[in-house]
């Protein structure tokens, strides 16, 4: 059975940092795209980063979002097949339930929204002052 868990998420100051974990279970990520997503009230849900699977000991990282380029890192722990996302300068417009995301496709960049077969179930980071 495939899970993802997400993790970490709370409230946190403009300014501010979180990291995020996506633990799997099922399945190794050795062998998965994981992305990481989020959605705002009221708006689209929309990627946010992914990492490529493992070829070897090489891995290829990747952002969709312009915004958040230079202040989003993802990673992974192949040891404890977990994915995070390490969020740094959090503004205001940061503020969403983030999801990762597992996907079978990699074609050398970030898959689209729809090759994702496998998500978490969301949590929720609130940047407020």
């Known amino acids: 059975q495939v899970q993802l868990v997400e993790s970490g998420g709370g409230l946190v100051q403009p300014g501010g940092s979180l990291r995020l974990s996506c633990a799997a279970s099922?399945?190794?990520?050795?062998?998965?795209?994981i992305g990481w997503f989020r959605q705002a009230p009221g708006k689209e849900r929309e990627g946010v980063s992914c990492?490529?699977?493992?070829?070897?000991?090489?891995?290829?990282?990747?952002t969709y979002l312009d915004s958040v380029k230079g202040r989003f890192t993802i990673s992974k722990d192949s040891a404890k097949n977990t994915a995070y996302l390490q969020m740094n300068s959090l503004k205001l417009e940061d503020t969403a339930v983030y999801y990762c995301?597992?996907?079978?496709?990699?074609?050398?960049?970030?898959?689209?929204?729809?090759?994702?077969?496998?998500w978490g179930q969301g949590t929720q980071v609130t940047v407020s002052s």
């Open positions: 099922g399945f190794s990520l050795d062998n998965y795209v």
């Open positions: 995301a597992a996907s079978r496709s990699w074609r050398g960049r970030c898959p689209d929204k729809a090759d994702y077969a496998y």
């Open positions: 990492i490529s699977k493992s070829y070897g000991t090489t891995v290829y990282a990747g």
